[in-house]
C-alpha cells in the first residue's frame, strides 16, 4: 500500500480567523519546568542541574480551535437534533466510520459557489462508481491550494442540501472536503440569504447533520494526488476530546500499487 497524506499542517505563521498560538519550550526550560513540577505535584525534589547540559525534553503548548487544521466535525456540532435528544460528540463516534472505502468527486469546474444534488450525480456518472454504505466521500474544490491565506476562508465551493442529503441517502457517513467548510463561503451564504429571507440557504450542510447523523472532514489537502477516483480507502480517525464537536484528524488515503 501507498500512503498518501491528505491532512493540512497545523502552522502558527499562516493566516487563521482564529489565531493560533504556538509556544515552543527548550529543552533547557523543558528541565526547569519538570523539576518545579515533580517538586510541586509529588514532592519530589531535583535539581535542573541533575541533567546532561541542563536539558531535559522539549514542550510545545498550542492554543487553536478543534476546527483549526484537517478536523472531524461530529453531529454535536451541528445543533440541536429534531427530537429533543442529544447529537453524539466526537469521542462517541464509531470507529468503523472512519477508516474505510472512498471516492473522490472534482466539482472544480462546476462554475458558481454551490453544488447540488444533480452536480454530485453527474460527478458520480462521470467516474462510473457506485457508492457502497459508509464508504467516505471526498469532494475536490481545489480550495486547498489556497491555504494560509484570506483567500481560502472566502472562496471555495460548497454543498448545499441537496447535495449532502444525496450522500446520505446513499449510505455515506462521512463526508470530506478540501474547503474551510462543507457549506459554501459564509459572504455568499448570507447574500443569498438576505435576497431571500429563505432560512434554507443557511448552513444546509451542516444543518442537514441534524436530522440525519453524519460527520465532515474539513480542510483536507493533497486530493490531486490521489491516482484514480475511487479504489483506495481512507483512514482518519478523530482526536478523542471528550464532549467536543469537533476533533483534529491526520488524514491518509491507502492507495494499492
Same mark, same amino acid.
Given at each position: 500500500?501507498?500512503? $498518501?497524506?491528505?491532512?493540512?499542517?497545523?502552522?502558527? +505563521?499562516?493566516?487563521?480567523?482564529?489565531?493560533?498560538?504556538?509556544?515552543?519550550?527548550? !529543552?533547557?526550560? #523543558?528541565?526547569?519546568?519538570?523539576?518545579?513540577?515533580?517538586?510541586?505535584?509529588?514532592?519530589?525534589?531535583?535539581?535542573?542541574?541533575?541533567?546532561?547540559?541542563?536539558?531535559?525534553?522539549?514542550? =510545545?503548548?498550542?492554543?487553536?480551535?478543534?476546527?483549526?487544521?484537517?478536523?472531524?466535525?461530529?453531529?454535536?456540532?451541528?445543533?440541536?437534533?429534531?427530537?429533543?435528544?442529544?447529537? *453524539?460528540? $466526537?469521542?462517541?463516534?464509531?470507529? =468503523?466510520?472512519?477508516? *474505510?472505502?472512498?471516492?473522490?468527486?472534482?466539482?472544480?469546474?462546476?462554475?458558481?459557489?454551490?453544488?447540488?444534488?444533480?452536480?454530485?450525480?453527474? /460527478?458520480?456518472?462521470? %467516474?462510473?462508481?457506485?457508492?457502497?454504505?459508509?464508504? $467516505?466521500?471526498? %469532494?475536490?474544490?481545489?480550495?486547498?491550494?489556497?491555504?494560509?491565506?484570506?483567500? &481560502?476562508?472566502?472562496?471555495?465551493?460548497?454543498?448545499?442540501?441537496?447535495?449532502? +442529503?444525496?450522500?446520505? =441517502?446513499?449510505?455515506?457517513?462521512? $463526508?470530506?472536503?478540501?474547503?474551510?467548510?462543507?457549506?459554501?463561503?459564509?459572504?455568499?451564504?448570507?447574500? +443569498?440569504?438576505?435576497?431571500?429571507?429563505?432560512?434554507?440557504?443557511?448552513? @444546509?450542510?451542516?444543518? !442537514? #447533520? *441534524?436530522?440525519?447523523? &453524519?460527520?465532515?472532514?474539513?480542510?483536507?489537502?493533497?486530493?490531486?494526488?490521489?491516482?484514480? @477516483? &475511487?479504489?483506495?480507502?481512507?483512514?482518519?480517525? @478523530?482526536?478523542? %476530546?471528550? *464532549? !467536543?464537536? /469537533?476533533?483534529?484528524?491526520?488524514?491518509? !488515503? +491507502?492507495?494499492?500499487?
Amino acid at each position: 500500500m501507498r500512503l $498518501i497524506d491528505l491532512s493540512s499542517t497545523v502552522d502558527a +505563521r499562516l493566516w487563521e480567523p482564529e489565531p493560533v498560538t504556538h509556544t515552543v519550550m527548550s !529543552a533547557v526550560e #523543558g528541565a526547569v519546568h519538570m523539576t518545579d513540577g515533580m517538586r510541586k505535584n509529588f514532592g519530589i525534589d531535583l535539581s535542573p542541574d541533575a541533567f546532561p547540559g541542563g536539558e531535559f525534553l522539549t514542550n =510545545d503548548m498550542l492554543y487553536l480551535s478543534t476546527h483549526t487544521g484537517t478536523h472531524v466535525d461530529a453531529p454535536a456540532h451541528y445543533g440541536t437534533r429534531p427530537d429533543g435528544e442529544a447529537a *453524539r460528540t $466526537i469521542d462517541e463516534m464509531p470507529l =468503523d466510520w472512519f477508516d *474505510r472505502p472512498a471516492f473522490v468527486l472534482d466539482v472544480r469546474d462546476v462554475g458558481r459557489s454551490t453544488v447540488d444534488a444533480e452536480d454530485l450525480h453527474k /460527478a458520480l456518472d462521470r %467516474i462510473g462508481y457506485a457508492p457502497q454504505p459508509l464508504d $467516505i466521500a471526498l %469532494i475536490n474544490t481545489g480550495a486547498s491550494a489556497w491555504a494560509g491565506t484570506k483567500r &481560502y476562508f472566502t472562496e471555495f465551493i460548497g454543498l448545499d442540501g441537496s447535495a449532502t +442529503r444525496y450522500l446520505l =441517502d446513499l449510505g455515506v457517513r462521512v $463526508i470530506g472536503t478540501d474547503a474551510f467548510s462543507l457549506d459554501a463561503p459564509f459572504g455568499d451564504i448570507i447574500t +443569498r440569504y438576505r435576497e431571500s429571507l429563505d432560512r434554507s440557504v443557511l448552513w @444546509p450542510a451542516h444543518f !442537514a #447533520g *441534524r436530522e440525519q447523523e &453524519y460527520c465532515q472532514i474539513e480542510r483536507l489537502a493533497n486530493l490531486d494526488a490521489l491516482p484514480e @477516483p &475511487y479504489g483506495f480507502s481512507v483512514t482518519c480517525f @478523530p482526536v478523542k %476530546i471528550a *464532549r !467536543a464537536g /469537533a476533533g483534529w484528524t491526520r488524514a491518509v !488515503a +491507502r492507495v494499492a500499487e
